[in-house]
C-alpha cells in the first residue's frame, strides 16, 4: 500500500500533533510493513531520524513554504495522483479537498467550535470551515478520545460510523531521561517544581494555576511554576504581568518551546504536573508526565477528566483554591503521591503507539478498500 502523509506537522518546532505523526511514522517502520509512505512538505524536509527509514519517501513540494491553503489544495492533490497513492493521512484536522483519493483523517478535537473565542474571527471561521469539509470528505476519520468521538458524531451525525477511536501512546520517542537529581540541579529547582505542558491557550486556564501557585508559595517558599509551550492565547495574556500582580515573579518559568531533550529534563525534575483545560481532546502531555512517574492533577473537565480520573486528582479548573489544595496534597502527602504515581504508570502502560499504528493502518486499509 502506498500511504500519501501531510507531514507539515513535523516542520518548524512540532508540537503535540507533530509527535503524534512522528510516533506512527516510527512504528510503522519498524513493524516490517511492506506499505510506503510519501510523506509531503511545505518547504524543506526537516532533519528527523523517523524519516531515514527505507519505506519513507520525502517529498518537497516546494523550495520555500507556501500559504497553508495553497500547498494543501493547489500542490498537494497534483502530487498525489502523480505519485499513485492508494490512501491520503491527513493527521492534522483537514485534509485535501480537491481529490478522489481515499482519505483518512485525525480529528484531535473540536475547540474552533466549542471554544470559538480561543481564535480570531477569520481564523476560527476558516478551521470550522476546513475541518467540516474534511470530515465530509474522508472515508474514515480518526477521533483520539470517546469525546472527541461523541463530539463529532454530535456535530456531524451523517461521519459517526466512518469515525474510528484511537487513542494516543505514551513517550516512547522521548530521550532517556537524567536521574531525578541531576535534573533538579540542571534546572535550579531547590523546592516543589511544579509543571504544566502544552501551547498556552485561553481555554487551558494558566492565570488560574499562577493565582494556585502564588497561594502554595506561602507555604512552600522554595516553590517554582514552569510554564512549557508557546504563548498562542487570544486575547493575549501577559502571563509574566499576572505572576507580578500576585507576588510570583522569580517563581515562575515562561519557558516556551523546548526541545524533547530539555522536555524530558523537567519531567524527571517535576513534583507534579498540572493541567487545567476546559477542553481537549485527550492530553498527550498528561499521559507523558504519568508514564514518567509524575504525579498528576487534572481538569474534571473532558478529555482530561474521564481519561486521567484514575491517575490523578481532578479539581475544577477555574478554582485556584481547589487547584492549590490538590498540588499541596500531592506535596505533602507520601501516600497520595506513591499512589498516582503507580496509577499513573499503570494508565500509560496501557497505551502503545504501536497499537495506536496499528488501528490508524486498519483506518487506512478500510478507507483504501472502500
Same mark, same amino acid.
Given at each position: ?48 531520524? +523517523? ?59 473540536? /475547540? ?29 476519520? +480518526? ?53 504544566? +505542558? ?15 501557585? /502564588? ?39 515562561? /519557558? ?115
Amino acid at each position: 500500500m502506498i500511504v500519501g502523509i501531510d507531514a507539515r506537522e513535523l516542520q518548524g518546532r512540532p508540537t503535540g500533533v507533530g509527535r503524534y505523526l512522528r510516533n506512527l511514522i516510527r512504528a510503522w517502520t519498524a513493524g516490517g510493513s511492506d506499505d510506503r509512505l510519501v510523506v509531503y512538505f511545505n518547504g524543506p524536509a526537516p532533519p528527523d531520524a +523517523v524519516l531515514d527509514a527505507p519505506q519513507v519517501i520525502c517529498r518537497a513540494l516546494t523550495a520555500r513554504p507556501v500559504r497553508g491553503l495553497q500547498f494543501q489544495e493547489g500542490l498537494l492533490p497534483r502530487e498525489i495522483h502523480r505519485d499513485q497513492v492508494d490512501v491520503f493521512f491527513a493527521p492534522a484536522y483537514t485534509c485535501p479537498l480537491r481529490t478522489a483519493v481515499p482519505r483518512v483523517t485525525t480529528v484531535h478535537d473540536l /475547540s474552533f467550535f466549542a471554544v470559538p473565542q480561543d481564535f480570531g474571527w477569520l481564523d476560527g471561521l476558516r478551521r470550522r470551515l476546513l475541518v467540516s469539509a474534511s470530515v465530509r470528505a474522508s472515508r474514515r476519520i +480518526v477521533a483520539v478520545s470517546a469525546f472527541t468521538r461523541r463530539e463529532i458524531a454530535s456535530r456531524f451525525p451523517d461521519a459517526a460510523d466512518r469515525v474510528r477511536e484511537i487513542a494516543h501512546g505514551p513517550d516512547d520517542d522521548l530521550p532517556p531521561p537524567p536521574p531525578r537529581q541531576e535534573a533538579r540541579d540542571r534546572l535550579g529547582a531547590d523546592g516543589p517544581f511544579v509543571l504544566t +505542558v502544552g501551547t498556552v491557550l485561553n481555554r487551558r486556564r494558566l492565570p488560574v494555576l499562577i493565582q494556585a501557585a /502564588s497561594l502554595l508559595a506561602r507555604r512552600h517558599p522554595g516553590l517554582v511554576l514552569d510554564v512549557v509551550g508557546d504563548n498562542r492565547t487570544h486575547p493575549p495574556q501577559d502571563l509574566a504581568l499576572l505572576a507580578a500582580r500576585v507576588g510570583l515573579s522569580g517563581r515562575m518559568r515562561l /519557558s516556551g518551546f523546548v526541545s524533547d531533550a530539555e522536555l524530558v529534563v523537567r519531567y524527571a525534575a517535576a513534583d507534579v504536573a498540572v493541567f487545567l483545560s476546559e477542553y481537549e481532546g485527550f492530553g498527550l502531555p498528561a499521559l507523558e508526565a504519568a508514564a514518567r512517574g509524575v504525579p498528576l492533577v487534572v481538569s474534571t473537565r473532558p478529555a482530561l477528566g474521564e481519561i486521567f480520573a484514575e491517575a490523578a486528582l481532578t479539581v475544577a479548573p477555574t478554582d485556584a483554591s481547589a487547584v492549590a489544595a490538590a498540588v499541596d496534597r500531592v506535596l505533602v502527602d507520601t501516600e497520595t503521591r506513591a499512589r498516582l504515581q503507580d496509577r499513573g504508570r499503570a494508565l500509560a502502560a496501557r497505551h502503545r503507539w504501536a497499537e495506536t499504528a496499528r488501528l490508524t493502518r486498519q483506518a487506512l486499509v478500510e478507507a483504501a478498500e472502500g
